[in-house]
T-cell receptor, first 114, second 113 residues
Framework: NAGVTQTPKFQVLKTGQSMTLQCAQD?????MYWYRQDPGMGLRLIYY???????DKGEVPNGYNVSRLNKREFSLRLESAAPSQTSVYFC?????????????FGDGTRLSIL | DQQVKQNSPSLSVQEGRISILNCDYT??????FLWYKKYPAEGPTFLIS?????DKNEDGRFTVFLNKSAKHLSLHIVPSQPGDSAVYFC????????????FGQGTRLTINP
């Protein structure tokens, strides 16, 4: 009954370091998403994958890259971390790419960049 | 430019009473609206949704109302229970944007015994 699993849960990086956040879902969902949440703000979409083999930019894609490794896994990479990328990152999935499908979220990765 | 706004950062309600959480939006192309609930150190969980062709949707203690002319939606929780204490986010998407959700800032609801 795992749903959406994110690793790691916490990470501290130095400016300029690179890192990949991992996300896997076991619900056989077609669509996956990466969001960031900053204090006092709602979640903002970074990148999404409507189906296996496709990825597209969301609202705040600068400084990030993604890989849809297979149907289950969708990773987010920070090539050169900056303090402005300090945030809580959430991965989500939905059954298909239509508006009436709720998204299921992981518990987040709390990332601090010094 | 924030397309979805929750103007009340926090709300405190007595147990058993009604909780009303509000959300305003500016984009007339939004077609689908959702409410998510979030506990600390957990991800958001889906609560209830409404399509723009409806003005009300009910699920147990939770009812969402949509007023398209005012670009306003609200979530009613009746009766409020201690387990309802959480941060509530409203979100919206366009028909063409499908699953590209735009979230509000969230409202922290505290239910007092």
């Amino acid at each position: 009954n795992a749903g959406v699993t994110q690793t790691p849960k916490f990470q501290v990086l130095k400016t300029g370091q690179s890192m990949t956040l991992q996300c896997a879902q076991d619900m056989n969902h077609n669509s996956m998403y990466w969001y960031r949440q900053d204090p006092g703000m709602g979640l903002r979409l970074i990148y999404y994958s409507a189906s296996e083999g496709t990825t597209d930019k969301g609202e705040v894609p600068n400084g990030y890259n993604v890989s849809r490794l297979n149907k289950r896994e969708f990773s987010l990479r920070l090539e050169s971390a900056a303090p402005s990328q300090t945030s809580v990152y959430f991965c989500a999935s939905s059954e298909i790419w239509v508006g009436n499908q709720p998204q299921h979220f992981g518990d987040g990765t709390r990332l601090s960049i010094l | 430019d924030q397309q979805v706004k929750q103007n009340s950062p926090s709300l405190s309600v007595q147990e058993g009473r009604i909780s009303i959480l509000n959300c305003d939006y500016t984009n007339s192309m939004f077609d689908y609206f959702l409410w998510y609930k979030k506990y600390p150190a957990e991800g958001p969980t889906f609560l209830i949704s409404i399509s723009s062709i409806k003005d009300k949707n009910e699920d147990g203690r939770f009812t969402v109302f949509l007023n398209k002319s005012a670009k306003h939606l609200s979530l009613h929780i009746v009766p409020s229970q201690p387990g309802d204490s959480a941060v509530y986010f409203c979100a919206a998407s366009e028909i063409q944007g499908a699953q590209k959700l735009v979230f509000g800032q969230g409202t922290r609801l505290t239910i007092n015994p």
